[in-house]
T-cell receptor, first 114, second 114 residues
Framework: AQSVTQLDSHVSVSEGTPVLLRCNYSSSYSPSLFWYVQHPNKGLQLLLKYTSAATLVKGINGFEAEFKKSETSFHLTKPSAHMSDAAEYFCVVRFSSGTYKYIFGTGTRLKVLA | DTEVTQTPKHLVMGMTNKKSLKCEQHMGHRAMYWYKQKAKKPPELMFVYSYEKLSINESVPSRFSPECPNSSLLNLHLHALQPEDSALYLC?????????????FGPGTRLTVL
C-alpha cells in the first residue's frame, strides 16, 4: 500500500535553533515528494519538491530536504528557525503509477518559541 | 506567476441556499482540483478536472457539483449543504496532471453552513 507518515504531530523549537520535521513514505513505485506549508487560515504554499533529480533539495525560506531511498524518508530541515516559520507543514507523496492524486501526511504543527 | 485565485474568501450559507465557489488560474494549467479541508486535518481530494473533463470524483455527495467552463476557471456549485460541510475549500491547479506535476493551491474559501 502507498502511504506517507509524518512522525510528529507537533514540534516546538526556539527561535534561532534548527528545525527537523520528519516524513516517511511507503511505496512500490518511484515517488515524487513535496513539502507544503500552511499558515493559519491560508492556502498551501509549496516549499520544495523532489522529482528524481538531486537527492538534496533546496526550497524557499531556507528550508531543504533530503530524499533517502534506503530509509524511505524525506525529512525537512532548516538551520535556524524564525518566528514566521510557525505554521502547519504537510509532506505530500505522489506516485508514478499514473494517478493524479496527492497523498498527504497528517501534518506537523511547528511552534517557534521566542 | 504561480497564482491561483479563489472567490469569495468567506461564505456563510443556510442549508436551503444555493451558492457557488470560483477558482481561476492563468498559468496555462490543464488540470484543476477541488479539496475540502477540515480544521487540523490535511486536505481531502474531492474532484479533478483534466483538460476540462471530470476525471476523478472521490464519491462526493451530489449536493456538491463541479463545473469547468474553460481551461482557466473551475466552479463548485453548492446546494442543500449540511452543517458538517463547513470547511476550508481549496482549489489547486497543475500543468497536466502528470505524476511529477506540482499542484499550486489557492488561498481557499472558508465556508460556514448554518
Amino acid at each position: 500500500a502507498q502511504s506517507v507518515t509524518q512522525l510528529d504531530s507537533h514540534v516546538s523549537v526556539s527561535e534561532g535553533t534548527p528545525v527537523l520535521l520528519r516524513c516517511n513514505y511507503s511505496s512500490s513505485y518511484s515517488p515524487s515528494l513535496f513539502w507544503y506549508v500552511q499558515h493559519p487560515n491560508k492556502g498551501l504554499q509549496l516549499l520544495l519538491k523532489y522529482t528524481s533529480a538531486a537527492t538534496l533539495v533546496k526550497g524557499i525560506n531556507g528550508f531543504e530536504a533530503e530524499f533517502k531511498k534506503s530509509e524511505t524518508s524525506f525529512h525537512l530541515t532548516k538551520p535556524s528557525a524564525h518566528m514566521s516559520d510557525a505554521a502547519e507543514y504537510f509532506c505530500v507523496v505522489r506516485f508514478s503509477s499514473g494517478t493524479y492524486k496527492y497523498i498527504f501526511g497528517t501534518g506537523t504543527r511547528l511552534k517557534v518559541l521566542a | 506567476d504561480t497564482e491561483v485565485t479563489q472567490t469569495p474568501k468567506h461564505l456563510v450559507m443556510g442549508m436551503t441556499n444555493k451558492k457557488s465557489l470560483k477558482c481561476e488560474q492563468h498559468m496555462g494549467h490543464r488540470a484543476m482540483y477541488w479539496y475540502k479541508q477540515k480544521a487540523k486535518k490535511p486536505p481531502e481530494l474531492m474532484f479533478v478536472y483534466s483538460y476540462e473533463k471530470l476525471s476523478i470524483n472521490e464519491s462526493v455527495p451530489s449536493r456538491f457539483s463541479p463545473e469547468c467552463p474553460n481551461s482557466s476557471l473551475l466552479n463548485l456549485h453548492l446546494h442543500a449543504l449540511q452543517p458538517e460541510d463547513s470547511a476550508l475549500y481549496l482549489c489547486a491547479s497543475s500543468r497536466q496532471g502528470q505524476s511529477t506535476d506540482t499542484q499550486y493551491f489557492g488561498p481557499g474559501t472558508r465556508l460556514t453552513v448554518l
